[in-house]
Each structure stands twice: as C-alpha cells, then as structure tokens.
C-alpha cells in the first residue's frame, strides 16, 4: 500500500502518476491529430492505411474525452487539498484560489497562441465554480454535480427539437476550420494571432455546444468531494476503504461503459432530426466518457497501490510537472507540425505521428526524472506557486 511508498511533502503519488498518465494521454492524442491541424499526407500503402485508421480509433477509444475528464477531476482534488490546508492554519483560500486561476488564465493565454484547442482557458473560467460550493454540504455538492453531468442544456435543446422537428440552428458560430491557413502558412506571428483569437474562440465555443463546459464543472466538484472524503489516500488507515471504493467504482463504470458504448449506434440511428441527433449525441457521449473514465481511473489507481507503485510509479515526477508537461508539448508540437516550423503535418501519418508522440512523451518523462532530482517543482510550477503565495507568511 501507499504508506510504504510515503508521500513526499504531503503529496500523494499515486494521484501525481494518475495526472501524469492522463497528460501522456493527452500528449499521445494531440500528436496522432497534429494539435487539431486535420491534414496528412497519403497512405504510401492500403497496409498503412489501415493501419493509420486502426491507430487512430484505438488511441480516440482510449484516451478522447477520457484523459481531459482525469484531468479534471484532478483539478478539483487539488483545490480541496489547498484549500483544506488553508482552512487548517486558519487563512481563507478563496482570494488565493481565485488569484490562482487568473494566472492560470494567463498561462492558458500563452499556451493559445500555440495551440487551437487548449483546456487551460476554459479551466481557469470554469474553476470559480468550485468557490461558493466550497462549504456545502456533500450531498448539496454531489446533487449539482449529478445535474450538471446530465448536460441540463442538452436536454432543453432536445425538447426544442421535439417542438420544432424543422428547426436545425448552427450551433458553432467559429470553426477550428477558420485558422488552417494560418497554421500551413510560415508566418508565425499569424499563426499565434489567429490562434489567441479565432482558435481560442473555436475551442470555447466547441466546449459549450458540446457538453464540456457543464460536464467540466461537474468533475471539479466530484474530484473536490472524492477529496474530503479521503478517497485518494491510501494510508494504513484508510487503504481498505479507498481500495473498496475504487474497486466497486470499476464493477460498476464498466458494464455501464460498454452499455453506453454498444448502444449508442442504435441510439441514433432511430433519430432523424439532425439536431435533436447531435443533442443527444453529446449527451450519450458525456456519459459514456465518464464511464470510461471511471474505469480508466480506478484501474490504474488499484493497479498502482497493489504493485506498491513499481513501474506506474514512472509517471509521477512527469504528472508532478503537468502544467510544464502540456505547454511544453504545445509549443514543440505546432513548431514540429505547423508550417511556421519543420510542417511535419505534410509529411507524417497517423502511426508516424505516434511515433514522434511517443518519443516526446519520453523525453518528456526523462527530464521530470532529471528536474526533480534537482529542484522541488516543475518549472512553470514553481512560477505558479511563488506568484500565488507571494505576499504570503509561509507559501
């Protein structure tokens, strides 16, 4: 169990590896889809071909939708613990936290400019949320994250549809589509222009018609109430309840994940209003993420305190540097495949593409071993952290 695997400085490492194979996920996911710039080169064969097409629906099936909901859930727990050590000295975290996210508003702005499609805007947007719930009762926070995740404005939008079986309104008022000229074209203060606009425009506008803004809320809290209820640690104390709770989470994510996952063809194929489809569509589909990610989740936690963190353990010095991790591969991945930098995306496939992923993820992973025999923080870590707690007594 963990408490032969101590956490270091309070920390728990098997919730840091969690992160880390959630921003692997992520970092695997964004390269296969050249960081949303939709354009390769043709098969040399109809083996790689299909090949190309088998990668790309297993690393979608594994990791789409699934290592972005980790991601979250994360973010919630962290906002417990700081603000549960705040609580305990005596200080009010709410300034803190809310300071917090405008840098890391300011962070998302940084990584935008790279990349059309990054979560650390809308994270930094959305993480208010979690302000006024902080001191409601369990039941009161885990009845308005039930009702969030089950995509409430989805459900007006389907009763809309069922009153106007006509009515098709455009939902997407900007497309990821509208900055492909600028990510093929050698400027790159056009490409960072059209990126921290339009591109940022798209991805928030993506979230919302999609079910991400209310399926996002939805986690933070649920991450923040697995927090006070001391599921992620797994101390002598605790190990048997946190195992229980995680290994009842599988029994029952799975069979539902490959319910949802088996039944949604036929779902939609007796839909024939376009609209009321995509509706339900994002409906179905925030359900079965969350289902998935359950799974995904709680594997990988029982697999790591039964293996006392041999081998998974890899990951957490890279999930202790996330922040640092998913800018970083930003900025190496549009230089690497935009036409600003070496235009890769000319050139390398879906299984090429995977490769190169693979291989920044474990360079990536190398230097977090490096860093942390160094230094106590990543990178941009520690800028976050002196930012957040200067002024403070004891930060």
Known sequence: MEHQNPPENGRILSVDALRGFAVMGIVLLHNIEHFNFYSFPEAASPLLASLNRHLWDLLFFLFSGKA???????????????????????????????????????????????????????????????VPVRHLPDKAVAWIAAILMLQPLEWCKAVYALMNPEANPQQMIYSLGDVYPQLEGHSFWEMVKVNFVTGQLASLNWAWCYGRVFQTASLFMFGMLLGRKGLFRFTEENSGRATRFWLRTTLCALPCAVLLYFLKGFIYDQIGNPFLEATMQTIWNSWYNLAFMLVLASGFLLLYQTFRGKVLGLLVPYGKMSLTDYVMQSVVGSF?????????????????????GIAFFLLQLLFAHWWFRHFKRGPLETVWHRLTWMGAKKA
């Open 336 to 356: 690497l495949y935009y036409g600003y930098g070496l235009g890769l995306h000319r050139h390398l496939g879906v299984t090429a593409s995977l490769l190169v």
């Open 68 to 130: 972005y909901a980790i991601f979250a859930l994360l973010f919630g727990f962290t906002f417990y613990l700081q603000s549960h050590n705040c609580e305990t000295r005596g200080e009010d975290f709410r300034n803190r936290y809310a300071w917090r996210l405008v840098l890391l508003l300011g962070f998302g702005f940084v990584n935008a400019s790279f990349f059309p499609g990054e979560i650390l805007v809308l994270y930094a947007l959305l993480g208010f949320v979690l």
